[in-house]
């Protein structure tokens, strides 16, 4: 089957409306063809089952993020597909939600794990920021990103919020902030900012963030969102032998 296809046949597995299923929607539908392989169950189906999507980021030069959506209630199915996925020795990044944690760990030898907590925005909290020293720029892929640079050196970025991806209906926001500039509440500005922008251009903004970065989640309240109630696996893992 083809890719276009492939994501036909998945489609309704997936809601493009729902945040919990937001990250899984771009990364099935929205990431760049050519770096994108769907594994769907059953085999050439034209209304699957299940997936796993392997998708080639700038995340990690020699392991592809994987993001999947199994077999409701069927344990066989999922083993199947994953195995079919990522044959024995396969490295990956896993992205999934937490509920698949059982299953994946019987799968993979996980090297580093992480439970990232999706915040939602709360559009009734939402006040927007007003500071003069955030511009706004473009990222080496074209999407937005809004900046303030060092008081001292203008060659440097001291906050930056950037987009991770985005689909019509969503837009994941990251944010990094120089250590040296931190407390100053520039980490706060810059996210406002990619957080209006994104509401003017119809999308709801997600915040996915690491459940021990006390700081980051803090960020993330005081601009307005909410804890979703969604906890989702990220996992540097290599497939193992079941034998």
């Known amino acids: 089957m083809t890719l276009i296809k492939k994501r036909q046949s998945i489609r309704p597995l997936?809601?493009?409306?729902?945040p919990f299923d937001?990250?899984?929607?771009?990364?099935?539908f929205y990431h760049p063809d050519?770096?994108?392989?769907l594994v769907t169950h059953p085999i050439g189906?034209?209304?699957a089952t299940g997936y796993v999507a392997i998708s080639r980021t700038g995340m990690d030069l020699f392991r592809p993020l994987v993001t999947m959506k199994l077999p409701q209630n069927d344990l066989?199915?999922?083993?199947?597909?994953?195995?079919?996925?990522?044959?024995?020795?396969?490295?990956?990044?896993?992205?999934a939600p937490t509920t698949y944690g059982p299953l994946l760990h019987v799968l993979f030898d996980i090297q580093a794990n992480e439970q990232y907590r999706l915040m939602v925005l709360d559009h009734n909290r939402?006040?927007?920021?007003?500071?003069?020293?955030?511009?706004?720029?473009?990222s080496p892929d074209g999407l937005p990103r809004f900046v303030i640079r060092s008081p001292q050196d203008e060659d440097q970025v001291a906050a930056a919020a950037g987009l991770n991806w985005?689909?019509?209906?969503?837009?994941?926001?990251?944010?990094?902030?120089?250590p040296g500039q931190r407390r100053?509440?520039?980490?706060r500005s810059v996210v406002a900012a990619m957080v209006h922008y994104q509401l003017e251009n119809g999308r709801t903004p997600l915040y996915v963030v690491d459940e021990q970065n006390q700081a980051s989640l803090r960020l993330a309240e005081s601009v307005g969102f909410r804890d979703s109630g969604e906890r989702l696996i990220f996992a540097a893992a290599t497939r193992k032998s079941l034998i």
């Open 14 to 18: 997936l809601n493009e409306q729902e």
């Open 184 to 187: 100053q509440g520039w980490g």
């Open 126 to 138: 939402f006040e927007p920021i007003i500071n003069v020293l955030v511009t706004q720029a473009s």
């Open 22 to 28: 937001a990250p899984a929607v771009y990364y099935a």
């Open 34 to 37: 050519a770096k994108t392989h």
């Open 45 to 47: 189906a034209n209304r």
């Open 76 to 95: 066989d199915a999922g083993l199947e597909l994953i195995t079919r996925a990522l044959p024995e020795g396969s490295s990956a990044i896993l992205y």
């Open 166 to 178: 985005q689909t019509p209906n969503f837009a994941e926001i990251s944010v990094t902030t120089s």
